[in-house]
């Protein structure tokens, strides 16, 4: 049997594995299991790997992670050096009752065109998307999650805690379990989760890019002074304002195009609220200031590579120069 689960959230994929294999009655013993990472191995070793069955087992499962040949996603998708894929071919077509073989693509799209797609179609493969949530699908797992482990959770708590992990499930599980050794016999709140869980760091860069171009330099100062007691390094911080200034000017760009805020937020694959804002931005921007910063935050990434200024001192010497 060859299954192929595809998904953005490799988390999510591998739970849902996991239950596939509790349904198949798979017990992990000795040699019975294979876990392949195809970023690193060659396409000719998972072939002998679903060739063969080990002496004394009689039901073996192979599990391809990362396999990238499959992704609508991977512009490049080049063997690896002395590779081959027709012996994999060989063994797909014939593969044994006795081995199960799981495919786990990490992407939205599979490439129905590449010639993997078509040899697995051909030897009978299931393909199956894993879904993501939505709002009220997380709602529940979280309430069922918290639960099982003996923490309860309410509404709200919920809430704020899938709008700081963005609907991540890696996320969700890593900050979840923090939660739960915090909470102890108690109920997490809101305020719990306003606490322990980090703001997304795109959030907090639009909150610090919108401290900046209003002129707030008190409140910059404390959004990039949290970030950093998160344990975000200014490099990494820069980067992300990077990403939040070219946002803003793309969208100047398109609003003396005339574009609104539903082109924007099309044209740029953002959030409408975001876009919206960003326009009401645009109309207040100075364009000749605004290089000026984009200069000025070069400047201020080129003197901490460089060791000329420490990284906190030159940061907020950008933000207090700061002007919109």
């Known amino acids: 049997m060859i299954t192929v689960l595809f998904s953005p959230q490799s988390q999510m ?3 849902h594995l996991s239950v596939l294999l509790k349904k198949s009655s798979f017990v992990r013993e000795g ?34 992670e990362n396999f990238h040949y499959l992704s609508s ?15 994999l071919f060989d063994v797909l077509e014939e593969l044994s009752d006795d081995i199960d073989l799981y495919i786990l693509v990490y992407c939205n799209k599979l490439d129905q065109k590449c010639d993997f797609y ?7 493969a299931l393909f199956q998307q894993v879904s993501e949530f939505n709002d009220a699908q997380w709602n529940t797992y979280m309430e069922r999650y918290f639960k099982n482990r003996g923490v309860a959770i309410d509404f709200e708590a919920r809430k704020e805690l899938l709008r700081r992990i963005h609907g991540d499930y890696a996320t969700f599980i890593s900050e979840a379990n923090k939660l739960i050794v915090y909470a102890g016999d108690k ?47 200014p490099i990494v911080l820069i980067h992300s304002l990077s990403t939040q200034m070219r946002d803003q000017s793309l969208v100047n760009h398109l609003f003396h195009e005339g574009k609104d805020e539903m082109d924007c937020s099309n044209i ?4 409408v609220w975001r ?16 290089g000026k910063q984009f200069h000025n935050l070069y400047e201020c990434e080129k003197n901490i590579m460089t060791g000329k200024m420490d990284a906190d001192e030159a940061f907020e010497k950008f933000i207090i120069g700061f002007h919109a």
């Open 73 to 87: 996603d991977e512009k490049q998708k080049k063997l690896l050096k002395g590779d081959d894929k027709k012996p």
């Open 187 to 233: 109920t997490l709140h809101k305020e719990d989760i306003e606490k322990m869980t980090p703001e997304p760091l795109e959030d907090s860069s639009f909150a610090l890019a919108n401290a900046l171009f209003s002129n707030n330099f008190a409140e910059a100062l404390k959004v990039y002074r949290d970030l950093r007691f998160q344990g975000n390094e």
């Open 31 to 64: 040699l019975n299991e294979c876990r392949l990472d195809m970023g690193k191995e060659t396409l000719l070793t998972l072939a002998e790997e679903c060739s063969y069955l080990p002496l004394g087992v009689e039901k073996k499962v192979v599990i391809a």
């Open 268 to 271: 740029l694959k953002m959030n």
């Open 118 to 124: 078509k040899v697995l179609k051909e030897s009978g």
């Open 275 to 290: 876009a919206k804002r960003l326009l009401q931005r645009s109309s207040e921007l100075d364009e000749q200031e605004f």
């Open 13 to 15: 994929i591998k739970s």
